[in-house]
């Protein structure tokens, strides 16, 4: 130890809230001097101690992101927006796996690490907007995805129906008539998987199709395996669907394999989308047309929101929408 | 708050002893003890303390897993074994994503967050043996994957050169003859890949065929992208391969994209191997060959080791090797 930002700037030769703004991510640095500081910060062997400032206000620095599946890559893909996010804005970033699990999601709610943790980022599977109401931990929270709507708390998610509505007006467009469903979820309101199905029986309804429930196949989980279990289900129709839309891309590249394993061309006789944009799907066999939500955006916008609550915005609780797009791929017709 | 573990206990209507083996995870409870004791928990809106008992004999209960890349599925996997194996434990496990990142490496090494966690598992990526040597920081350290090897810390890594001649003798026994090997890093004696690339040269050693450069394709990374990357650049060779072994399966992944998008027939024209066995090659098309360390095994024993000697254990540290298997599947000829 002993090593102070004062000598690092020496050593760099630049001035010491250069180095503080390399150190603490405060401001932007120019790349060449930050490389500098980082070359005096190595060769002395300065160790950042990031939560001094915080804990003069009484902070520890740390804030958590709460999502239900670490190993859905869609959820890596945001925690590494939201670490970087957090690092630039001085606080470091841990991930919490409730694995869906409603103990684990009321147990964070309720604020068991409010020792350690500055602030909450959950993303909530098995509880519902109830448990949200009926909280009583302090500890400030912000909510990420299609699981509760409605409370007040800061609240960031895309428009789910109007992502499912885009994806299967995409496969009606393309003159797909028995457009299938994979991914239906128990019969709940505050599930998003059923805001998805809005969006995909409004697309229907919409070009004068019928909604038939014999095409919405349900699912225990939203991986790769219920993906696959769905397909070969649905396979076995007297008229088995010539296009899919999964609730996500997980579930999309389990109908995909299931359909090769069944010889079934895609997508000359089925087409597929997803929804996600996980990187899995640019590489896959055919690639995945998807939706792809502003990864980016809800990642900074949650711990963004979360920080200005730390550090006491008091302005009534905001739910923000990012944007998302279609990406057409070669699973429902484009050629790349 | 106040309410107890005696409350539960009444509620649930079991010993306090029970209730503390389900709250703290010391001991297997049953299946429906359990869920009594779990509903008492819902009902009574108990939040567990879990650091009370860590903090008492001046621990926090924490403890850090340090991944160098999040959205590589391998290490989310192994996560998610690891969180569960620390619960058992009664220690919380938190993700710290280094992104293979030197200073990331350095600071945690040094021991950035001691006023937070108890103790760290850490894969290593950009530091080097002479890193860790130098480190001064107590805080208790187990070391896994193939960066760094004769470190007075515990170990935890799977054989690779024996992985990899392992996969590489699958092809060779296949009949292949020019057998690539996609994922090359910089010629540095403490990186896995090089082990992963003396395992191939033995290999192909024994079976008395050439090892020949050309058919050693560098990458920057270890993602998709740098496979596709790499195989594209293999398929331009005048003798192109007929088999490829690849650093991990991410690599493996993009090397079948850039044979799908060829019109390389795999496995006939080009049979295809990777090392880590990623839930997502049970689901590309072709399904993909790999060899699968017993990630279960590797969790397991970097947390124990880890909780042992945050717990006083003195003995001297080990290098533990998990096992591995040969998993075949549809990209080296396999039906399923």
Redesign the interface.
Known sequence: MGVSLKDIAERAGVSLATVSNVVNGYRPVGESTRQRV?QA??EL?Y?????ARHLRRGR?G?IALAIPE??N?YF??L??VA?REAAGLGY?L??E?TAGE??EE??LL????R??IDGLILSPVAIGRNEVLGRRAQLPLVLIGEGVYDVPYDHIAIDNVAASRTATAHLVALGRRRIAFVGAPPWDDRQSAHLRIRGYREALVEAGMPFDLRLVAPTAQFG?TDG?RAMRHLLTLDEPPDAVLAYNDLTA??A??AL?RAGVRVPDDVAVAGIDDI??G????P?LTTIAPDKREIGRLAVRRLVARIEGDARPPAHEQPTFRLVERESSGSTR
């Open positions: 980082q910060i190595d062997g160790t950042p101690n990031l939560s520890t740390l670490l190993t890559p890596a893909e925690a590494d670490i470091t841990l991930m796996n409603r103990t009321l147990t309720d604020g068991a690490q020792h350690i790769r696959e590249i389990g995909l394999r090769a990187e899995e640019r590489f896959s066999n690639t």
